[in-house]
């Protein structure tokens, strides 16, 4: 436990969903609200040193046996919303997009088949007592996927120094969230007609749709600013990119639709370069 408290995690972003107290049912709700009043919360690199510490274990535990009684805090307009962590549900979602991300050999050395086989036949039957469950929190390593950022506008971005270093993140509120999602889609089918990109902004805004309406949207690049030098991260504007160029698309500007997805291509090539660096 000394390496996982000393240890900073890096190289995944995080969108996250903070509902009001009101969204949970009893006697979650008051669970969450004693749980705001602490006087030191966790936070994300928290969050992170204790997702370490599960996987120390000989042999290895491919999900956490016990679900997270923690959350992410935010005060919004004076109501408490809380986000979450949910790590056994998360760990088992990750768990089964693995063998789309590694080849069988790699993985099989990691967590060998029969300690997966056990983590997915617990899902199942976890599932089954638990039908209507979703995650808060979305990860993505080594980059933030590019619909994440048709969520936010540029005003909403925060660039700060924060108790564990530098901190880069989007907030909107959710009713913001999903109305830019709505146009998105719409620019996009008029002028693309499908795609991964479109598959992917229908997939966010369908979870979206799962919380309520007073909700928060966070963006937060979480353990990328780690590895990606600060005055890159000064410059990164990357949803301003992603609506400039769904305006111009919406004009039938194709080269200045160009000109906003060539930066963010540049950007976050870079970016993931660096996961093969030496």
Known sequence: MALASSVIVPYAAYLRVYEPLAAFPEPERTHWAR???????????????????????VPPVAVPV????????AVVDGIVCVCPWRTRLRGWLA???????????????????????????????????NPDARPWIRSATWHVPVRWFAL????????????????????????????????????????????????????????????HPRSLVELDYGGLVHTVPEEDLDGDHSAADVAEGLAALRDGD????????????????????RQNAS
Do not use: C, N
């Open 254 to 273: 194709g080269d200045r639709a160009g000109q906003a997805y060539e930066r963010l291509t540049e950007r976050w090539t870079a970016v993931r370069a």
């Open 66 to 73: 016990h679900e997270s009684g923690d959350a992410f805090v």
């Open 35 to 57: 749980y705001a009043r602490r006087a030191r919360l966790p936070g994300a690199q928290d969050e992170l040193r204790r997702s370490l510490a599960d996987l120390l274990p």
């Open 152 to 211: 936010f506008s540029d005003e909403e971005r925060e660039f700060t120094k924060g108790e564990d270093g530098l901190v880069l993140r989007y907030r909107t509120p959710m009713v913001d969230a999903r109305r830019r999602v709505a146009r998105g889609l719409k620019v996009l089918r008029e002028a693309l007609g499908e795609g991964p990109l479109i598959d992917g902004l229908v997939d966010v805004g369908r979870w979206l749709e799962e919380f």
């Open 95 to 129: 768990l089964e997009e693995l063998a789309e991300r590694f080849p069988a050999p790699l993985l099989d050395a990691v967590l060998p088949p029969v300690v997966r086989r056990q983590a997915l036949s617990d899902f199942e039957r976890w599932l089954e007592r």
